[in-house]
T-cell receptor
């Protein structure tokens, strides 16, 4: 069975500090990978997606970047956090030939 | 552009009453339609999906019919329970697995 693990579970960071969030998918080769962001009480906003190692497409620019260094790993990062980066970050995967998304448990980020 | 519109929440119901959450889509092509559910502190999970017009999807007592003529996909449940309290998202996919079109979500609160 496939599993998706996000880390950390929660972060409290200062404005202007760097950030790195991670996501690992086990049990599925060559998945499509996605990063979503959700403001508190808000809707789902897709940030990035990747269909293969080393290839990441940006959907919305929020002064964030993403990378896929391995087939099963997706990283979200920024060098300087803004207050507006606070929220819930969700990693998701889908099979290459299917359209259903499977989400991780998310990372709660508070920027102070 | 393509869009999905759903009932604005929150929707507050008593246990045992019926639920309808409206969802309408506006897309250039016929989409595959989804209902996702997000429980507090978790990532969304698929409730069910319907790829073809005039077919019905169902799961855990929830159901929705893909109505091509009305461009709708309303979520219904005959008798809600307190455990159904969550945010429900309607979404559509028009063939590009890289991007789902999401509704804004409908928060459901079921009181005992």
């Amino acid at each position: 069975a496939q599993t998706i693990h996000q880390w950390p579970v929660a972060e409290i960071k200062a404005v202007g500090s760097p950030l790195s969030l991670g996501c690992t998918i086990k049990g599925k080769s060559s998945p499509n990978l996605y990063w979503y962001w959700q403001a508190t009480g808000g809707t789902l906003q897709q940030l990035f997606y990747s269909i293969t190692v080393g290839q990441v497409e940006s959907v919305v620019q929020l002064n964030l970047s993403a990378s896929r260094p391995k087939d099963d790993q997706f990283i979200l990062s920024t060098e300087k956090l803004l207050l507006s980066h606070s929220g819930f970050y969700l990693c998701a995967w889908s099979p290459r030939d299917r359209d259903t998304l499977y989400f991780g448990a998310g990372t709660r980020l508070s920027v102070l | 552009g393509d869009s999905v519109t759903q009932t604005e929440g929150p929707v507050t119901l008593s246990e045992g009453t019926s639920l309808t959450v409206n969802c309408s889509y506006e897309t250039k092509q016929y989409p595959t339609l989804f209902w996702y559910v997000q429980y507090p502190g978790e990532g969304p999970q698929l409730l069910f999906k319907v790829p073809k017009a005039n077919e019905k999807g169902s799961n855990r007592g929830f159901e929705a019919t893909y109505n091509k003529e009305a461009t709708s996909f309303h979520l219904q449940k005959a008798s809600v329970q307190e455990s159904d309290s969550a945010v429900y998202y309607c979404a559509g996919n028009v063939g590009d697995n890289s991007k789902l079109i999401w509704g804004l979500g409908t928060s459901l609160v079921v009181n005992p």
